[in-house]
């Protein structure tokens, strides 16, 4: 049985993927499946490393998660990380869309792991 809620989503309040995410919600956060976590950005509004977890694949926009989701499941199903959880970054979004999600979501709850997707900074 697939956990209630398998990624958290790390993004800078205030940022375009913020402000996109809250006028055009995603099926996924919208059922509870993906939880938004706004933090505090720097002066640049951007998100430096994750505090916490084991970084275990960083891609450079989410398109890439829907273009390899077999790499996400693989990285996410291969991580060691103990009780940490796996965190997924990329580089740069503008806009997260269901299916880039749901690629992170597949892997989650094949992992039988929440995941955490930290946006570093807008495209």
Known sequence: MA??????????RGSALDRNLRGDTPRSVSSGRVVLDHLAGNENGSL?????GQVV???LSPEALRRDPQAVQDSVGQAD?????PVIIVE????LREDE?????????LADRTV???VLADA
């Open 101 to 109: 999600l749901a690629a992170v979501v597949e892997a989650a709850d």
């Open 81 to 85: 990380t103990g009780d940490e959880p």
């Open 3 to 12: 956990k209630e809620v398998g990624v958290i989503v790390e993004l800078a």
């Open 57 to 59: 694949m960083s891609v």
């Open 116 to 118: 955490i997707l930290r």
């Open 48 to 52: 430096g490393p994750p505090p916490a």
């Open 92 to 95: 740069a979004a503008e806009y």
